[in-house]
C-alpha cells in the first residue's frame, strides 16, 4: 500500500479512537502514534532513493520490519501493562498503526513475511498498491468510525 493509503487508513483507525476513548488526551495520543506507526515498517527499513539504483535501504524491503510477530507480541505484552498516562495510548496507538501496516501489506501481491523474516512471503492479493482498490480499502475503513458515530447518533 503506498504511503498515502497508508496514513488515510491509520486516520481511520485514530478517528474511532477519538469516538471509543473517554479521554481526548488519551485519543490525541493514541492518534499521534498511530499515524507515525502507519509508516514505521517501511521509515525502519532506513530507506533512500539514489538516481542510479532506485530505493535503496539498510533491512532489506518488507522483511524484518514486516514481520507481524514481534508486532503482536508487543502489542499483547501492552496489555500487561499499567494504562496511566499518555506513554501507554501512545505506544498502544503505534503498535496499532504499524499492525494496520503490516495486514494492509499483506493484502498486496508482494506481501509480508509470515514464517522466517526474512523467508517467503505470503499475500492475499486482494489489490495492488496504488491502485483503486487500494483507496477502495482506504475508504472502507472509514466506515468503522462511521458505523460507531451512526449508531450514538441514532
Ligand atoms: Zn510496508
Known amino acids: 500500500m503506498s504511503r498515502f493509503g497508508h496514513k488515510v487508513s491509520a486516520g481511520a483507525i485514530a478517528a474511532t479512537a477519538f469516538l471509543m476513548l473517554s479521554s481526548l488526551f488519551s485519543a ?5 502514534g ?3 506507526g502507519s509508516l514505521a515498517p ?3 527499513e532506513v530507506a533512500w532513493f539514489s538516481k542510479w539504483f532506485g530505493r535503496q535501504s539498510l533491512v532489506p524491503h518488507r522483511t524484518i520490519t514486516h514481520w507481524p510477530w514481534p508486532w503482536i507480541m ?3 505484552a501492552l496489555f500487561f501493562a499499567p494504562v496511566d ?3 501507554f495510548w501512545l505506544v498502544a ?3 496499532a498503526g504499524g499492525l494496520l501496516h503490516l495486514v494492509l501489506d499483506l493484502a498486496t501481491p508482494a506481501g509480508i513475511p509470515l514464517g522466517k523474516p526474512f523467508g517467503k512471503k505470503q499475500s492475499f492479493s486482494l489489490y495492488r498498491t496504488g491502485g483503486p482498490g487500494e483507496i477502495i480499502v482506504s475508504v472502507a475503513l472509514w466506515g468503522l468510525p462511521a458505523i460507531i458515530l451512526l ?3 441514532f
Open 28 to 32: 490525541s495520543m493514541f492518534a499521534v
Open 85 to 87: 498516562g499518555p506513554g
Open 151 to 153: 449508531v450514538r447518533i
Open 74 to 76: 508487543a502489542l499483547a
Open 42 to 44: 517501511d521509515w525502519l
Open 34 to 36: 498511530c499515524l507515525l
Open 93 to 95: 496507538g503505534f503498535l
